[in-house]
């Protein structure tokens, strides 16, 4: 059927829904036969009977799509959300919904989509920067007692949680931080929302760990949580935090960098509460091994007491077992003391001792015998310099009485003298009519020079 030949006379006035369904589909396909889109896969589904239903999507507009079983056996690889790919197909209108879509006879990838790259390049950044490191994790509490949930507050996600909640242990406290977990102005609020708990003030002071998340979506729908300032800002939690974004499938980079990742809203839920079953078992453990524990406590004690009541004596035993014990510290304190007196008494007979051979009297004894010593010695060291400068003196009188010229004269020989009283050594110092003098051995002789001659 064309749309030729179902085209309606004129005066048709009204038509049924699925009429003008069917004249639509028949205008679609026979002015779309067969085109050639490409496009980024969103909201990928395949159910039971085989077929593939997804949104092929660029940055303004989207097209459902549909792949039956027949044809889709024949492509190599499994389309996921982000993937950027090629189809061929008809345009058509699936007349029960009214639905405009593309029947797909051919699927070929071109590429990862631009949400899909980014997030991947997003994602090795903060690796490379050790915001995924195991070792940065912080763990969970064991039984939290108030926990911060942060997600919208008309979804589902928040439903789920506090119903698991309440079920499993509703003595937790759950607060909800409300905010957008889509669009374009979602993450700057998550970030604050984040600040806001770890500021532990208020009704928040007690807040011991955080849950964040939100319901399914495709890859736009939850790429709030794709932001790299929420990354950072999970990370930089002083709180431990539960990230559980959409479905199992659904991976975000909150996921990555937060504590624990809990693979939807209801297993985040079912890991900060313990099952209430679980907890009353054990505590009912706990109060048995604690009966246990008092019960041999309270056996061990009997026993200590029987012991002690076995080594309790009489008072006046005790008594008499004391008055011998201070007989014998008061022999051991007279022992003691006579013995430190005598020790004493020593020391003193010692400094007694040196206070007498110290006294002014035996000093001045020392320094007088010592001064007649020295004394002695002074005036036998005078007597031998004496002696020896005598012995000396002898030497050199013998010594001038060699020279001397008067020992010269004695043998004989003497000195004449002119008037001016100097040696004559020649006759060439006289003339005739001086007055000489002449030095004998004995006496003197003046003459008067006559005559004068050369030997």
């Not at 067969?34 to 009977?49: L, M, Q, R, W, Y």
């Not at 070929?108 to 390049?121: K, P």
């Not at 005739?432 to 051995?441: E, F, N, V």
């Amino acid at each position: 059927m064309n749309f030729r030949e179902n085209t309606l006379s004129p005066e048709t006035t009204v038509l049924t829904v699925s009429q003008l369904n069917r004249l639509a589909r028949g205008l679609l396909e026979d002015s779309f036969p067969a085109i050639t889109v490409e496009g980024e896969i969103s909201n990928f589904a395949c159910p039971s009977s085989g077929h593939w239903y997804f949104t092929l999507k660029d940055a303004q507009a989207q097209v459902r799509c549909v792949m039956f079983r027949n044809r889709n056996l024949m492509v190599r690889f499994r389309p996921a959300d982000g993937m950027k790919v090629t189809v061929k197909g008809k345009l058509s209108l699936f007349e029960g919904r009214g639905d405009y879509q593309l029947i797909l006879d051919r699927l070929e990838e071109s590429g990862a989509g631009d949400l899909q790259r980014a997030f991947e390049q997003l994602k090795s950044k903060l690796q490379r920067e050790g915001l995924f490191n195991v070792e940065s994790k912080k763990s969970l509490p064991s039984l939290p007692q108030h926990i911060a949930v942060i997600t919208s507050p008309t979804g589902a996600a928040v439903r789920d949680i506090i119903s698991v909640l309440a079920r499993r242990f509703p003595s937790i406290a759950v607060t909800v931080i409300p905010v957008a977990v889509q669009g374009k102005d979602a993450p700057a609020k998550l970030v604050r929302a984040l600040a806001l708990v770890n500021q532990q003030q208020g009704c928040l002071s007690d807040v011991d760990v955080i849950l964040i998340g939100r319901g399914g979506g495709s890859l736009e729908d939850l790429w709030a949580f794709n932001d790299e300032a929420l990354a950072r800002a999970i990370f930089a939690s002083r709180l431990p935090v539960i990230s559980a974004v959409g479905h199992e499938t659904d991976f975000t980079i909150a996921d990555f960098v937060a504590d624990i990742r809990a693979p939807t809203p209801s297993v985040a839920a079912e890991l900060l509460s313990p099952e209430r079953e679980e907890v009353m078992q054990m505590f009912e453990g706990m109060a048995r091994q604690l009966i246990r524990l008092v019960r041999a406590r309270l056996a061990a004690e009997n026993s200590n007491l029987r012991q002690l009541r076995l080594r309790l004596r009489h008072p006046g035993e005790r008594l008499l077992q004391q008055a011998q014990r201070l007989d014998a510290l008061e022999s051991r304190y007279r022992r003691a003391i006579l013995q430190q007196l005598s020790g004493k008494k020593q020391v003193l007979n010692l400094l007694i001792s040196g206070l007498r051979a110290c006294s002014p009297a035996m000093v001045l004894n020392r320094e007088h015998q010592r001064l007649i010593h020295i004394q002695r010695r002074l005036q036998a060291g005078i007597r031998t310099a004496i002696r020896g400068k005598n012995q000396n003196l002898k030497e050199q009188v013998h010594a001038l009485n060699t020279v001397n010229p008067l020992a010269t004269l004695a043998r004989g020989y003497s000195l004449t003298t002119d008037k001016n009283g100097e040696l004559v050594r020649s006759y060439s110092q006289l003339e005739a009519g001086d007055t000489i003098s002449t030095r004998l051995s004995q006496g003197s002789i003046t003459s008067r020079v006559t005559d004068r001659k050369a030997d």
